[in-house]
């Protein structure tokens, strides 16, 4: 749970969550609800929203659904725009849809990249782009770029997805720039290997348990393991930083080679 600065830090302000509908995006929407933000759950599933802010609403917060493809135009527009009619103001954004394939490079397909890069790079600008539009007019606000250790460094068979977080990180800085004069603030939260149910087995496995052991930490990240920092960039905390990266990584940025 946040702190009491934090907790009145968000409070009256309004979040836009991308890939809100479960895993980290799911996370991060009920974090943000429970340092006192409004949050719009946003992602392509739209019932799985629903469940989400469900949950939220059982813990006391206050959240909605809403239907967004951040790869479509249209979608992120018309998404920015209704979250502005029911709350009035968009004060967070939080960049986190994205998806990966893993395959060779010599055999990814250019669907596959295709739909990588627009999801994590196209994407993000996109939804960054509509919510400053509303920010700039009113004060400023915090957009929050979820990247990944991988747009640092590199591994093998996720060539498109590494490209499209390292483009995600040029891009927070490009915008952090452009836009601090209408006090929007963009940074980046780098998230290194962090448990999920789409990963828990394999880190269970022997496979895993040896990626682990580059981690100086020797451990998996856990989803709560995000929350200061998040929070930290959401809030008025952060407010002379612009143009950042965290990483969050168990040391493994730092590890050697």
């Known amino acids: 749970m946040p702190g009491d600065g934090l907790t009145a830090e968000l409070r009256g302000r309004v979040a836009l969550v991308t890939g809100a509908s479960g895993g980290l995006g799911a996370h991060f929407a009920g974090v943000l609800a429970r340092a006192g933000a409004s949050v719009a759950v946003a992602a392509r599933r739209h019932e799985a929203c629903g469940a989400v802010c469900d949950a939220i609403a059982a813990g006391g917060g206050e959240a909605a659904p809403f239907a967004l493809d951040v790869a479509d135009a249209a979608s992120v527009r018309a998404a920015v725009a209704a979250v502005a ?6 004060d967070i954004l939080v960049n986190n849809a994205g998806i ?16 990588v890069v627009d999801t994590n790079l196209k994407g993000a ?37 590494a490209a499209s977080k390292a483009g995600l990180l040029q891009l927070t800085r490009a915008l952090a720039l452009e836009w601090a004069r209408h006090g929007v603030r963009v ?36 989803p709560g393991d995000l929350d200061g920092p998040l ?22 940025l730092v590890s050697s080679l």
């Open 85 to 90: 009619q029911r709350w009035g103001r968009l």
């Open 187 to 222: 940074n980046a939260l780098c998230p290194g290997y962090i448990e999920t149910d789409i990963n828990r087995d394999f880190f269970r496995s022997e496979a895993g348990a040896a990626m682990l052991k580059r981690v100086p930490q020797r451990r998996l990240g856990q």
């Open 231 to 252: 929070l930290l960039l959401c809030s008025g905390a952060s407010r002379y930083m612009t143009g950042a990266e965290i990483a969050v990584d168990g040391g493994h």
């Open 125 to 161: 600008f996109l939804a960054a782009q509509a919510a400053a539009g509303l920010m700039k007019g009113a004060g400023g606000g915090s957009i929050v770029n979820v990247a990944s250790i991988l747009g640092l460094r590199v591994a093998g068979g996720v060539a498109a997805y």
């Open 100 to 115: 990966a394939t893993t395959a060779p490079a010599l055999d990814l397909a250019e669907a596959d990249w295709d739909a």
